[in-house]
C-alpha cells in the first residue's frame, strides 16, 4: 500500500513536469545555441534600444515553435514588465485582412484599457493601429505581434501584412512581428512590396537527434531531491532509470519513435503514457513501462484487419508480395492465381482452392482496402484483368503471419526472400 501510494506521488510529478512547458524546455535557458537564446537576444535588444524587428520561426509542427515564444515573453516580461504588450494572432482564424485588423484593435484596446467599437470600418482600425504604434513607441513601449500559422496571412492581397511592417518604418513605432509557420518558405510567398520591408531573420527548429531526445528524457523523468519524495526511493528511482536508459531496448524504442514522429510533442505523448503505465506494487517505471507506451502509438489499423483473414486472402497476400519481389511492375488477379498454382505444385499443399473462391477472397481484400488498383485505367475490364497492388508492408504482412495462430508453415517460408531471389 506504502509503495503505491509513493508511485502515486511520484507519477504526479512527472506528469505535471511533462504537462508544463517552461519545465520541459528550461535546459535551453543554459544554452546560448539555442533558438530560445537566439530568440531573446533579437526581442530583448529590440526592447532596449527601441528599434523595430521582425523574425520568422520555422519547422515542422509540434517541435517546440511557440512553447519557445511563450519562454521568451514570460521572461521579458518579468524583465520589462511595463515595457511590453503582446499581440496574438492565428492566421487559421485572422486570415482575413479585415478580421485581423478588428481583433489587433481589440487587443490593442484590452491592453491599455481603451474602449473598443465593434462597427469601426477596417480603415479605422488600419489607423488606430498606427496610432497607437506611434504612441507607444513615445512612451518607450514595444509591441510584439506573434502571428501563428503566418504563411496563412501570406495568402490573398496580404493587405495585413503590409500595412503592419510598412508602420513599423516610421522613426516613432516600436514593435516586433514574430511569424510562426511550419512552412520552410514561408518567406518566399511574401509579394515584393511585404518582402523589401521584412528584415528576413530566421530560425530553423530542425527535429533533434536521438542524443536530444535522450538528454531530453533524462531531463523529464530524473527525479530531483527537491521533488517532495523521500531520499531512499529518489535514490533508488534514478538507479533503476540509469539501467534503463543504457538498455539497448530502450534506445530501439527511441529510435522506433523517432522513425515516426521526432517532435517534442510526441516525445511528450511518448513519456506521459510511459508514467501512465508505472508499475504500482513497485512505484518504479521499467522496460515494460516504456515497450507498453510506444506500442499504444504505434496505430495498427491494418494489423488489425490482418488478424481477421482466412487462410486463401492470407495465400493471396503473401503471393502479391512474391510478385513485387520479382520486380513485376504489374500483375492482375490472373497473375496471382498463377503464382498461387505454382506455389501448389512446388509444396504439394492442401491448401487448394477454386478460382470462383479465391476470386471472392481477392474481392473481400479489395472491400478490406489491404489491396488497391494501380491505376484508374482500364476500369471497363473485368476485375480479374485489372492491376492491382498490396497496400501493406512485407514487415506487417511477416508480423500478421506471426500473430496468426492458424497461418501454416510453409507462408511463413514463403516471406523468406532469399529462398526464391
Known sequence: MAAASVASRAQSVLRGRLCDPGFVHSALRSSPDTNYSKLKYLVASSVSEACNNSVLLLGPRGCGKAAVVDMVLDDLKKEHPDAISVIRLNGMLHSD??????????????????????????????EFMIDMLRECGLAHKTVLFVLEEFDLFAQGKQRLL?????????????????????????????????????????LLFVPPSLDDIQRLVEHLLILTQDSGLRAKYITDYNSRLANIFIDNKFKGCLNSLMDADATTSNILRFLFRAVSYMDMESGFLSMESFQ??????????????LQDL?????????????????????????????????????????????STVCFRAFEHLLD???????????????????SVKLLISSRELAQSLKLNTTCPAVLQKLLDRERYM
Open 368 to 386: 478490406r482496402e489491404l489491396i488497391s488498383f494501380g491505376d484508374n485505367r482500364g476500369r471497363n475490364q473485368a476485375l480479374e484483368y485489372r
Open 162 to 202: 503590409y500595412s503592419l511592417l510598412d508602420a513599423m518604418q516610421s522613426l516613432t513605432s516600436q514593435a516586433v512581428v514574430i511569424g510562426l509557420s511550419c512552412r520552410l518558405d514561408a518567406d518566399q510567398l511574401l509579394e515584393k512590396r511585404v518582402r523589401s520591408r521584412f528584415s528576413h531573420r530566421k
Open 97 to 126: 485582412d479585415n478580421c485581423a485588423m478588428k481583433e489587433i484593435a481589440r487587443q490593442l484596446c484590452l491592453e491599455h484599457q481603451l474602449s473598443f467599437s465593434k462597427m469601426a470600418s477596417s480603415d479605422d482600425n488600419t
Open 310 to 354: 482466412s487462410i486463401l486472402e492470407l495465400y493471396i497476400l503473401v503471393c502479391m508480395h512474391r510478385l513485387e519481389d520479382k520486380e513485376q511492375s504489374s500483375y492482375n488477379f490472373t497473375s496471382i492465381m498463377k503464382e498461387y498454382r505454382s506455389i501448389q505444385d512446388a509444396y504439394k499443399t492442401s491448401d487448394k482452392y477454386s
Open 292 to 305: 507498453k507506451a510506444l506500442s499504444s502509438m504505434q496505430r495498427q489499423p491494418k494489423m488489425d484487419s
